[in-house]
């Protein structure tokens, strides 16, 4: 995305995608349908005329709040990076309004509601690049909290509740491609010929390029039950 950022006048915007909450055994369903619509949307004529690139990657929240109506349901939905022009912010015949974006997303979702949708400018505030805010749209599918259940006194693990989850979760993420380019991003992942952002190289770091008076760095790797591999969080 900087290599975009280096050698195209464009843009990014920043794109939530959501569906209501689902029990546990129609997740994997939901999910589908989520990946669907997302798929369709992409071929819709307003859409194409608009977004030059997407990046889109899936995260899944499970709700674990005793007093909440959704309790112990999961909550599939997507981030997305999709690339404009410049001119698409001021160009009323492509500019799409959060509004369109929300008729248009429960359209190819196919729901009787209107989903929670949220669009947002990316603007580099504080000088520090598209990185930190792409990290944070892409850094995990599902967070540890969300299926090491704990007791809220106690703290300690629940474990028919904790293995209840990863068995849910493994089950409805096993065998998908939980992040995916589209567009000017698909090509310029080709281009500088990049790892595949699920199945890439674990072993070989830019580490080799340390600086010299280090005398060691500590990495964290988290394990991550969609991409079934550890990755580095530090």
Request: aromatic content about 12%; charged content about 30%.
């Amino acid at each position: 995305m900087n290599e975009v950022v280096k050698y195209e006048d464009l843009e990014f915007i920043f794109l939530t995608l959501t569906t209501r909450n689902c029990e546990g055994q129609h997740l994997s369903k939901t999910i589908d349908n989520i990946f669907n619509a997302f798929n369709n949307m992409t071929k819709r004529v307003k859409y194409k005329k608009a977004i030059k690139g997407h990046f889109r990657a899936l995260e899944v929240t499970h709700n674990l709040n005793i007093n909440s109506d959704w309790f112990d349901t999961y909550h599939p939905h997507l981030h997305c990076i999709l690339v404009v022009n410049k001119s698409y912010f001021t160009d009323t015949k492509s500019y799409i309004t959060q509004e369109e974006w929300s008729t248009l997303w429960k359209d190819v979702l196919k729901v009787d509601y209107t989903p929670i949708v949220d669009v947002r400018r990316f603007k580099d505030r504080n000088g520090k690049g598209i990185e930190k805010s792409i990290a944070e749209t892409a850094k995990y599918t599902v967070k540890s909290d969300d299926y090491i259940v704990r007791d809220d006194v106690t703290n300690e693990v629940i474990e028919h509740l904790t293995d209840d989850a990863v068995f849910i979760l493994d089950k409805a993420l096993a065998h998908r491609r939980l992040t995916a380019f589209g567009g000017i991003l698909k090509e310029y992942h080709k281009k500088l010929n990049l790892d595949d952002a699920e199945y890439g190289d674990l072993v070989n770091t830019d580490n080799e390029e340390l600086r010299e008076d280090l005398e060691y760095i500590i990495e964290r790797y988290s394990w991550n039950i969609g991409y079934k591999q550890y990755l580095r969080v530090d």
